[in-house]
């Protein structure tokens, strides 16, 4: 009996003291100061983006005017995990790059600049971006600045990618040659 009264006490313990018991968010900061939240939708380490982002409810973008589009878009990149941070802003520039492109002011395509320039990569938008480029009230040399730094960005994400052939690889170098080639024509041609 003695042995009981020990062993209760004891038992209690750990089951008071277990983490599946509490229900409170774990928060943490990422690399880029943003508050990362880990409750009902918890990143899965491999880049996916939780369901529960409002990138997946914009896909009608049509149905939006740009500045409801703009702000969802930083309503939704407030509260991220790193795993999926750059993927997440590559999905929406790739859903509302074009809207930006045409009826964006010059402001809101500054910020997009700026935003595409912040990512480890965006091999998904790279004719987008530089058509965004084109549209841009930036400098002939800002332009040229910003060329290059995707460009470089870019080039470092493909040799680091493990690709599936080395044909796909190639296909990939040659897109982002082409279009930046391109762009610096038609940045210079329009003096």
């Not at 509490?22 to 880990?38: D, G, I, P, S």
């Not at 999926?84 to 002011?105: A, Q, T, V």
């Not at 987008?128 to 730094?149: I, M, Q």
Request: proline share 3%; with cysteine.
């Amino acid at each position: 009996m003695k042995k009981l009264y020990l062993v209760l006490p004891v038992f209690l313990l750990f089951i008071t003291c277990s983490d599946e018991n509490t229900k409170e968010a774990k928060t943490a900061v990422n690399t880029m100061n943003v508050r990362v939240v880990h409750d009902d939708d918890p990143p899965t380490g491999q880049g996916d983006i939780p369901r529960s982002k409002l990138v997946y409810k914009s896909f009608d973008h049509n149905s939006f005017t740009l500045t409801e589009l703009c702000e969802r878009y930083k309503s939704d990149i407030e509260v991220t995990a790193p795993d999926y941070h750059d993927n997440l802003k590559n999905f929406w520039f790739s859903i509302i790059g074009d809207r930006i492109i045409s009826e964006g002011s010059d402001e809101v395509k500054k910020y997009f600049i700026e935003e595409q320039l912040g990512l480890q990569n965006n091999l998904m938008n790279i004719e987008r971006f530089y058509k965004l480029l084109l549209a841009s009230p930036l400098t002939e040399e800002e332009g040229l600045v910003a060329s290059n730094t995707f460009y470089e960005i870019n080039e470092e994400a493909i040799a680091g990618l493990q690709w599936k052939s080395e044909k796909e690889e190639m296909a990939k170098r040659r897109e982002l040659v082409y279009t930046k080639r391109t762009y610096e024509i038609l940045i210079r041609s329009s003096k």
